[in-house]
């Protein structure tokens, strides 16, 4: 290479799927390692008429990252960390930056992401794009809520900053615009202080869905988590019973060993269940369990401890176990089966408070009938932010896994748009890092028209050829 030579990124063909494994395809993949090589790789792309899809880590379930007809733009390489202000909690890192390394930099100083998914792997670039959420939507919002700047690469190489001041419109479009306006090569954003490295968690067991909506509204005004685990298979007056899980950060001076719990080392999710039996193999202990009546079992036993927990005491836990459940154990999603697009998708309605009750009941009662029971449903509370195309609302999330197999897969389809008409009716929104199943009539009669029309003159404006495409905006925003 000559001196002063830009190196090229890498690239490869490989198949690139969703994190639910259910669909994806083959596709050449960029790997850029600086800013230079991102331009570079934009500016090849146009040049070979091509379109591109920005991927972080691909830990949106469906086909928000997956590229059928184009390359992959992957930015975890660009995952340095810029700067850390101890003092402030602010970080500025490379967009390619996992949550797991902005918490494990920032912990030891007693800081902490304001908002973390059910998995540490996500890149921050990854979650602005997609604007996740936590379980303390109720209580800080979303992800971008607390972002203070970003660098977006556009089509044209340029790369714009903007915050709440500076391309404010470009600020509040981008953050929760799934990757079409351009590509985030730089993240500045705030964390929270913390005082220790655990929590203090309690368990509450609820008899059916209108006890555990109660029981977060009697908690959450002191409450800085919460979480319902519902076991989706029994009806009637059971419909909805589970789980809820009460977290609370612990306040200066009630962790007597808070140098040592800061470590990020004490933060580490054991390698083995009982010290014995490696997690990375439990998933495939887990396929014995996966189909109906195994996960109807699982779900009774689980609703059974959780009644056991709900009679005991609070109990400390460490950050990373609290939230980060889905890394608990390695791969369990493998337990879904890996050939011919089989795994999982993640259905999630959000829903207001007004509707969310009864229409989560029929939403629940509706999967019964139809026999396409979700293995795994997850309560949240939430609360609306200012982003164009936001999934928030002032009401109730509910998050359910379906299996995906061959022989179901047209009728949980149908299934799936059959749940979609009775959240819309009912005011409903949906979010683009678990959708699978949307249609672009479904994005129409959610998305407020008038930010879907300024949504719609920006993108022509920074991205007039439409060089920035996945499949999920193929999906549901063809042109």
Same mark, same amino acid.
């Given at each position: 290479?000559?001196?002063?030579?830009?190196?090229?990124?890498?690239?490869?063909?490989?198949?690139?799927?969703?994190?639910?494994?259910?669909?994806?395809?083959?596709?050449?993949?960029?790997?850029?390692?600086?800013?230079?090589?991102?331009?570079?790789?934009?500016?090849?792309?146009?040049?070979?008429?091509?379109?591109?899809?920005?991927?972080?880590?691909?830990?949106?379930?469906?086909?928000?990252?997956?590229?059928?007809?184009?390359?992959?733009?992957?930015?975890?390489?660009?995952?340095?960390?810029?700067?850390?202000?101890?003092?402030?909690?602010?970080?500025?890192?490379?967009?390619?930056?996992?949550?797991?390394?902005?918490?494990?930099?920032?912990?030891?100083?007693?800081?902490?992401?304001?908002?973390?998914?059910?998995?540490?792997?996500?890149?921050?670039?990854?979650?602005?794009?997609?604007?996740?959420?936590?379980?303390?939507?109720?209580?800080?919002?979303?992800?971008?809520?607390?972002?203070?700047?970003?660098?977006?690469?556009?089509?044209?190489?340029?790369?714009?900053?903007?915050?709440?001041?500076?391309?404010?419109?470009?600020?509040?479009?981008?953050?929760?615009?799934?990757?079409?306006?351009?590509?985030?090569?730089?993240?500045?954003?705030?964390?929270?202080?913390?005082?220790?490295?655990?929590?203090?968690?309690?368990?509450?067991?609820?008899?059916?869905?209108?006890?555990?909506?109660?029981?977060?509204?009697?908690?959450?005004?002191?409450?800085?988590?919460?979480?319902?685990?519902?076991?989706?298979?029994?009806?009637?007056?059971?419909?909805?019973?589970?789980?809820?899980?009460?977290?609370?950060?612990?306040?200066?001076?009630?962790?007597?060993?808070?140098?040592?719990?800061?470590?990020?080392?004490?933060?580490?999710?054991?390698?083995?269940?009982?010290?014995?039996?490696?997690?990375?193999?439990?998933?495939?202990?887990?396929?014995?369990?996966?189909?109906?009546?195994?996960?109807?079992?699982?779900?009774?036993?689980?609703?059974?401890?959780?009644?056991?927990?709900?009679?005991?005491?609070?109990?400390?836990?460490?950050?990373?176990?609290?939230?980060?459940?889905?890394?608990?154990?390695?791969?369990?999603?493998?337990?879904?089966?890996?050939?011919?697009?089989?795994?999982?998708?993640?259905?999630?309605?959000?829903?207001?408070?007004?509707?969310?009750?009864?229409?989560?009941?029929?939403?629940?009662?509706?999967?019964?009938?139809?026999?396409?029971?979700?293995?795994?449903?997850?309560?949240?509370?939430?609360?609306?932010?200012?982003?164009?195309?936001? *999934?928030? &609302?002032?009401?109730?999330? %509910? /998050?359910?896994?379906? +299996?995906?197999?061959? @022989?179901?897969? $047209?009728? =949980?389809?149908?299934?799936? *748009?059959? &749940?979609?008409?009775?959240? %819309? /009716?009912?005011?409903? +929104?949906?979010?683009? @890092?678990?959708? $699978?199943? =949307?249609?672009?009539?479904?994005?129409?009669?959610?998305?407020?028209?008038?930010?879907?029309?300024?949504?719609?003159?920006?993108?022509?404006?920074?991205?007039?050829?439409?060089?920035?495409?996945?499949?999920?905006?193929?999906?549901?925003?063809?042109?």
């Amino acid at each position: 290479m000559q001196d002063g030579a830009i190196a090229q990124p890498r690239r490869d063909w490989e198949y690139v799927e969703g994190w639910g494994m259910s669909s994806g395809s083959a596709a050449r993949v960029l790997r850029p390692r600086c800013t230079e090589e991102l331009i570079g790789a934009i500016q090849s792309a146009r040049r070979d008429g091509v379109t591109l899809a920005p991927r972080g880590a691909g830990c949106s379930y469906g086909d928000a990252s997956s590229q059928s007809d184009g390359r992959v733009l992957d930015l975890t390489r660009m995952n340095k960390i810029l700067s850390f202000d101890a003092e402030t909690g602010v970080l500025e890192a490379e967009a390619g930056l996992t949550i797991e390394g902005a918490w494990k930099h920032t912990l030891p100083s007693g800081w902490w992401p304001y908002v973390v998914s059910g998995t540490m792997y996500p890149t921050i670039g990854g979650a602005a794009a997609m604007n996740i959420h936590g379980k303390n939507n109720f209580r800080v919002g979303t992800f971008g809520d607390h972002v203070r700047e970003f660098d977006l690469v556009l089509s044209s190489g340029e790369v714009r900053t903007a915050n709440r001041e500076q391309n404010s419109d470009l600020f509040h479009a981008a953050i929760g615009g799934f990757g079409s306006l351009g590509v985030f090569s730089r993240i500045v954003m705030d964390t929270k202080r913390v005082h220790s490295g655990l929590m203090e968690v309690r368990g509450v067991s609820t008899h059916d869905l209108a006890e555990m909506m109660a029981v977060f509204e009697a908690e959450k005004a002191a409450a800085d988590y919460l979480v319902g685990w519902i076991d989706a298979f029994p009806g009637g007056d059971r419909s909805g019973r589970g789980l809820v899980h009460v977290g609370r950060n612990l306040g200066p001076g009630e962790d007597a060993a808070s140098s040592d719990s800061l470590d990020p080392a004490t933060q580490s999710l054991p390698a083995n269940i009982l010290g014995v039996i490696p997690k990375s193999e439990m998933w495939r202990g887990l396929r014995l369990f996966n189909h109906d009546l195994g996960m109807r079992l699982v779900n009774a036993v689980k609703y059974q401890s959780g009644r056991l927990e709900g009679m005991g005491d609070a109990y400390l836990q460490s950050h990373a176990a609290f939230h980060f459940l889905l890394d608990f154990v390695p791969n369990w999603k493998w337990a879904y089966g890996r050939k011919d697009r089989r795994g999982l998708i993640q259905y999630q309605v959000f829903l207001p408070d007004e509707t969310a009750h009864d229409t989560l009941l029929e939403l629940l009662e509706r999967c019964r009938a139809s026999h396409h029971v979700s293995y795994l449903g997850v309560l949240k509370r939430h609360r609306p932010d200012p982003f164009w195309l936001t *999934h928030s &609302l002032d009401g109730w999330s %509910l /998050a359910l896994d379906f +299996k995906v197999d061959d @022989a179901r897969r $047209s009728s =949980l389809l149908e299934h799936c *748009h059959e &749940l979609t008409e009775l959240v %819309l /009716a009912a005011g409903g +929104k949906f979010y683009f @890092a678990k959708d $699978s199943v =949307l249609r672009p009539e479904d994005a129409t009669r959610f998305l407020p028209s008038d930010r879907m029309a300024a949504f719609s003159a920006l993108k022509r404006e920074l991205d007039p050829e439409g060089l920035f495409t996945t499949d999920l905006m193929r999906r549901v925003f063809p042109a």
